[in-house]
């Protein structure tokens, strides 16, 4: 036992701290984009894939990483990060689905409210070109 009452926790191998700290980075850079993409893509269906592709392997990687930091702390398999990434694969992508179909149906609006301050009526400018 340390000081503060706490125990002391076994050194990581450098393989095991390599491969964890990429598994954080390449997590958190999919999380960042595809919650990026969820704030600045224009319509429903452009923003409905950001969250569901990108954001899901970014949260996937951080929990793949958490199990094998606590499969090591322990020297047994941590099988709750493992079960809630599994879940997480199997069922964004079946409510991505159901979101596309139900918005298909209901044939709403692709476009979100223009900015305050905008035209409503005015075309959108097209892009330059180079």
Do not use: N, Y
């Not at 191998?13 to 390449?26: E, S």
């Not at 569901?52 to 499969?71: E, R």
């Not at 964004?92 to 709403?108: E, N, Y």
Request: aromatic residues 8%; hydrophobic residues 50%; charged residues 10%.
């Amino acid at each position: 036992m340390s000081a503060g009452g706490l125990t002391t926790l076994p050194a990581l191998p450098l393989w095991l701290d390599v491969l964890l700290a990429l598994l954080l980075l390449v997590g958190t850079a999919f999380a960042l984009v595809g919650s990026w993409g969820l704030a600045r893509l224009s319509d429903f269906l452009k923003r409905l894939h950001g969250p569901t592709k990108a954001t899901t392997l970014g949260v996937g990687c951080v929990l793949i990483a958490s199990a094998l930091w606590f499969s090591f702390q322990r020297g047994t398999p941590s099988l709750h990060e493992f079960l809630i990434t599994l879940f997480l694969f199997i069922t964004a992508p079946v409510s991505a689905h159901l979101l596309v179909k139900a918005a298909l149906k209901l044939g709403t609006s692709d476009r979100p409210p223009p900015p305050p301050g905008a035209s409503p009526s005015a075309p959108a400018a097209p892009p330059p070109k180079p």
